[in-house]
């Protein structure tokens, strides 16, 4: 079982992060949300599950244990898989979604692709108890992010987000920027049009 992984972040891309360590580099399926601050050949550091199927073994890597805490917890939910739990907490902090599942707000979990009502419905069913009991204090900055009609940063918008911070941005920063762009937009076009809102850029 690996636990956590500390050395050279050698590369990365909208969902996956390689961190070297002794010479070896492990690759970490992650999230937008933990991905969006780390910069190639700084050191990293990711707390990590490790997920055996008959056919793969994978490797998923998080920024803090508040979020692997909400990937576990995805993952109790049946028919919830690794794939769609990176979605999810790619569109929202871990409070955020901490947040939404203990007030049942179901419509902020079907605006990640591949989430449905009913799907949305279970997750809520299963973990709004265990939800409520971590939920903690929440900001009012996390009620604005709930709010906000870009929590869903997955697909192509995700690999926008990535883009931008690779330039030097933060992440609010560059979510900021995309707010209200169509995600169908090629990721190209959603860079040079968030440059052109962001306005500082020479």
């Given at each position: 079982?690996?636990?956590?992984?500390r050395g050279?972040?050698?590369?990365?891309?909208?969902d996956?992060?390689v961190v070297?360590?002794?010479?070896v580099?492990?690759?970490?399926?992650?999230?937008s949300?933990?991905?969006?601050?780390?910069k190639?050949?700084?050191?990293?550091?990711?707390?990590?599950?490790?997920n055996?199927?008959?056919?793969?073994?994978?490797?998923?890597?998080?920024?803090?244990?508040?979020?692997?805490?909400?990937?576990k917890?995805?993952?109790?939910?049946?028919?919830?898989?690794?794939?769609?739990?990176?979605?999810?907490?790619?569109?929202?902090s871990?409070?955020?979604?901490?947040l939404?599942?203990?007030?049942?707000?179901g419509?902020?979990?079907?605006r990640?692709?591949?989430?449905?009502k009913k799907?949305?419905d279970?997750?809520?069913?299963?973990?709004?108890d265990?939800?409520?009991?971590?939920?903690g204090?929440?900001s009012?900055?996390?009620?604005?992010?709930l709010?906000?009609p870009?929590i869903?940063?997955t697909?192509s918008?995700?690999?926008a987000?990535?883009a931008?911070t690779?330039?030097g941005?933060?992440?609010?920063?560059?979510q900021?920027?995309l707010?209200?762009?169509?995600?169908e937009?090629?990721?190209?076009?959603?860079?040079?049009?968030?440059?052109?809102k962001?306005?500082?850029?020479?």
């Amino acid at each position: 079982m690996i636990y956590s992984v500390r050395g050279k972040l050698t590369h990365k891309t909208a969902d996956l992060a390689v961190v070297e360590c002794g010479g070896v580099g492990y690759a970490c399926r992650t999230t937008s949300y933990t991905l969006s601050p780390l910069k190639v050949g700084e050191e990293v550091f990711l707390l990590t599950y490790m997920n055996v199927r008959e056919d793969a073994v994978e490797l998923f890597g998080f920024g803090e244990a508040a979020e692997l805490n909400c990937f576990k917890l995805l993952l109790s939910v049946n028919g919830v898989g690794p794939k769609a739990a990176l979605s999810i907490l790619s569109g929202m902090s871990p409070q955020g979604f901490a947040l939404c599942v203990a007030q049942g707000d179901g419509k902020v979990l079907t605006r990640v692709p591949g989430i449905g009502k009913k799907t949305a419905d279970r997750i809520i069913l299963e973990l709004k108890d265990k939800m409520t009991d971590r939920i903690g204090e929440i900001s009012s900055d996390t009620y604005a992010e709930l709010s906000n009609p870009t929590i869903a940063v997955t697909g192509s918008i995700a690999e926008a987000v990535t883009a931008l911070t690779a330039l030097g941005f933060t992440a609010a920063q560059a979510q900021k920027a995309l707010a209200g762009l169509s995600p169908e937009l090629p990721v190209s076009e959603l860079v040079k049009e968030a440059l052109k809102k962001i306005g500082s850029i020479k």
